[in-house]
């Protein structure tokens, strides 16, 4: 049974390009989240969704960060006219149903904006 | 707002039994659940408490205290690879509207022989 699954695993991108991130959960899994994780920090929550539906983005940065979970594949987070404060570590976690204690996480996307 | 602290860093032997405190301040959280990172890897779940008291799972425990919002982790027979970082994370109620995890500040595992 794969496990949470994301790529690029390493993504560096001029400011100014979009950087799109992928994320699949595992299989049976119908919720997803989005946590950024700078370096020597904690994780900080992005944006919980269900398939077709954003549940609480309340962790979005207001502007050029979206998300999305589409009926068939991988969710996307996109984040559009990159600055170098977006370099980050992307992390993608899904769940069961609404069990939030138990999340289990895909190996993450270390964005680099020069 | 919502936080939850830890201590930075902490140091212990082989062998030997350490003990990762969890302090939050916001009424807000049901649960606590503890992740394990690796060198920045996937964050790997340990342990979830929904009630208070002592969890239990092989040579890891978790405890919870809602009244004095205050939890640990508990790692016995430490082990060299058990050196990483630990990050308690506060989670919401059950069914509720959102099922977001609010991550502590975490704790920097070293083990030394």
């Known amino acids: 049974n794969a496990g949470v699954m994301q790529n690029p695993r390493h993504l560096v991108r001029r400011r100014g390009q979009e950087a799109r991130l992928r994320c699949s959960p595992m299989k049976g899994h119908s919720h997803v989240y989005w946590y950024r994780q700078l370096p020597e920090e904690g994780l900080k929550f992005m944006v919980y969704?269900?398939?077709?539906?954003?549940?609480?983005e309340s962790g979005m940065p207001k502007e050029r960060f979206s998300a999305e979970f589409p009926k068939e594949g991988p969710s996307i987070l996109r984040i559009q006219q990159v600055v170098r404060g977006d370099s980050a570590a992307y992390f993608c976690?899904?769940?069961?149903?609404?069990?939030?204690?138990?999340?289990?996480f895909g190996p993450g996307t270390r964005l680099l904006v020069l | 707002g919502q936080s939850l602290e830890q201590p930075s860093e902490v140091t212990a032997v082989e062998g030997a039994i350490v003990q990762i405190n969890c302090t939050y301040q916001?009424?807000?959280?049901?649960?606590l659940s503890w992740y394990q990172q690796h060198d920045g890897g996937a964050p790997t779940f340990l342990s979830y408490?929904?009630?208070?008291g002592l969890e239990e799972t092989g040579r890891f425990s978790s405890f919870l205290s809602r009244s004095d919002s205050y939890g640990y982790l508990l790692l016995q027979e430490l082990q060299m690879k058990d050196s990483a970082s630990y990050f308690c994370a506060g989670s919401p109620s059950p069914g509720g509207a959102t099922n977001k995890l609010i991550f502590g500040t975490g704790t920097l595992l070293a083990v030394q022989p």
């Open positions: 916001t009424s807000g959280f049901y649960g």
């Open positions: 976690a899904s769940s069961p149903l609404m069990r939030a204690e138990t999340q289990y």
């Open positions: 408490n929904g009630l208070d």
């Open positions: 969704l269900q398939k077709e539906n954003i549940i609480d």
